[in-house]
């Protein structure tokens, strides 16, 4: 056996010390190495081979597979993806990561507004266009608010000021994070 089928072997282990030891060496490989990883039928395969990928050093062809891992059945992998593209953030994942904002995995939702947060500002008129084309205040404009408040980009200003006229005592807080991170401090009293 080879150093990389060693390595393949040793990610695919089981072996959770093995596997993490494996996913670092891998970067020293072409990205496709672990592309038959990638397709597995196994979930634990395919969020290894994911959690190699997130260690490679960038460019498009990972932020492409790590985009496609956001569309996986599994939770996990939607996780691992999301993870992957917070440490690769590009804006080519800008709208599979606002998709992924509505998943009923709180976790998938949470770390996809952590990779929108990476992204910065390319994101935030996408986020405010979503934010207020949504109906019901939902988990979605939740974690849109949460990631446009963490992100303090000065043209979430208004959506931000909106949210504020809802009922929702989760969305107000990360509202007035929002708007005191911009230096908006002020007591915000929703009239009678």
Known sequence: MNH????LADLTSGDDARAEAAALQLTAFPVATLDPLLQSDDVDTRWWALRALAG???????????IAALEDESDE????????LCHHPHPQAILPLIRALS???????????NALIAIQTE???????????????TKLKLEIVRTLAEIGDPRAIPALMEVLQTDSAISNYWATYGLDKLGLGMIYIKPQ
């Open 4 to 7: 990389l089928e060693t390595l």
């Open 56 to 66: 490679f050093s960038g460019g498009e062809d990972v932020v492409q597979r790590l």
């Open 77 to 84: 992998i939607r996780q691992c993806a999301a993870l992957g």
């Open 103 to 113: 998943s009923p995995d709180s976790m998938t939702a949470r770390l996809a507004g």
């Open 123 to 137: 994101a935030v008129p996408h986020l405010i266009e979503t934010l207020q084309s949504a109906t019901a205040f």
